[in-house]
C-alpha cells in the first residue's frame, strides 16, 4: 500500500523569501507523484505532477518539485513566495491501487 | 472546457436525514472520484466509478453509496446522517489512462 507523509503541518515565511514544503512517500510499487493547493473555502487545485522524465519538475505559480527515487521524496520548493500563496498545500500519490493517497497538508502561511 | 462542477455549494442538514450531492465532471472525463475531507481526518477516498461500475471503494459504511450515469455525472448519497458526516465533499474526475484527477470545488455538508 502506498502512504505520504507531510512533515511539517505548517511553514511560516516572509514574503519573498523562499520555501521548501517536504513530502516522502512509501511504496512497493512504481508511482505518480501530485502536489496539489486548496485556497480557503475551494477544492483541489494541480500545482505540478511527476508521471515519468526529469525528475525536476514544474508546475505553476512558479512552483516545483523534484522527484528523489532513493530518498522517496517529492519536496515542493518556489524560490520567492508572495502573499497569495498563503493555502494549504497537500501532496499525493497514485500507485497500484490507481486511487490518490494524500498527505495530511501543509499549512503554508506568507507574511508581508 | 468547463471545469468539475459540484451542486449545491453548501448544505445543512439534521441528524437522521439523507443527503443527495452531485458532480458534473469536465466534458470527456468517464472517471469520477469522491473524497471526504475534514479537520481530524484529512483526505480520504470514498469510491470511484467509471463508466457507470463503481471501480474503487473506501473504508466508509454502507450508509454512503454513489453511482454514476450513462453522460459520466455522478451523485453520492449518505443515508442517516451523523454528526460526524460534517465534512467539505469533493468530487474529481480523470481522463481513461491518466493517473491526473481533476477537483470540483466542493460541497460543504453540515449536520446539525
Known amino acids: 500500500a502506498q502512504s505520504v507523509t507531510q512533515l511539517d503541518s505548517q511553514v511560516p515565511v516572509f514574503e519573498e523569501a523562499p520555501v521548501e514544503l517536504r513530502c516522502n512517500y512509501s511504496?512497493?510499487?512504481?508511482?505518480?507523484l501530485f502536489w496539489y493547493v486548496q485556497y480557503p473555502n475551494q477544492g483541489l487545485q494541480l500545482l505540478l505532477k511527476?508521471?515519468?522524465?526529469?525528475?525536476l519538475v514544474k508546475g505553476i505559480n512558479g512552483f516545483e518539485a523534484e522527484f528523489n527515487k532513493s530518498q522517496t521524496s517529492f519536496h515542493l520548493r518556489k524560490p520567492s513566495v508572495h502573499i497569495s500563496d498563503t493555502a494549504e498545500y497537500f501532496c499525493a500519490v497514485v500507485g497500484g491501487t490507481d486511487k490518490l493517497i494524500f498527505g495530511t497538508g501543509t499549512r503554508l502561511q506568507v507574511f508581508p | 472546457k468547463a471545469g468539475v462542477t459540484q451542486t449545491p455549494r453548501y448544505l445543512i442538514k439534521t441528524r437522521g436525514q439523507q443527503v443527495t450531492l452531485s458532480c458534473s465532471p469536465i466534458s470527456g472525463h468517464r472517471s469520477v472520484s469522491w473524497y471526504q475531507q475534514t479537520p481530524g481526518q484529512g483526505l480520504q477516498f470514498l469510491f470511484e466509478?467509471?463508466?457507470?461500475?463503481?471501480?474503487n471503494k473506501g473504508n466508509f459504511p454502507g450508509r454512503f453509496s454513489g453511482r454514476q450515469f450513462s453522460n459520466s455525472r455522478s451523485e453520492m448519497n449518505v443515508s442517516t446522517l451523523e454528526l460526524g458526516d460534517s465534512a467539505l465533499y469533493l468530487c474529481?474526475?480523470?481522463?481513461?489512462?491518466?493517473?491526473?484527477?481533476?477537483f470540483g470545488q466542493g460541497t460543504r455538508l453540515t449536520v446539525v
Open positions: 511527476y508521471l515519468s522524465g526529469s525528475t
Open positions: 511504496s512497493s510499487v512504481s508511482v505518480y
Open positions: 474529481a474526475s480523470g481522463l481513461e489512462g491518466t493517473p491526473e484527477a481533476f
Open positions: 466509478y467509471f463508466s457507470e461500475t463503481q471501480r
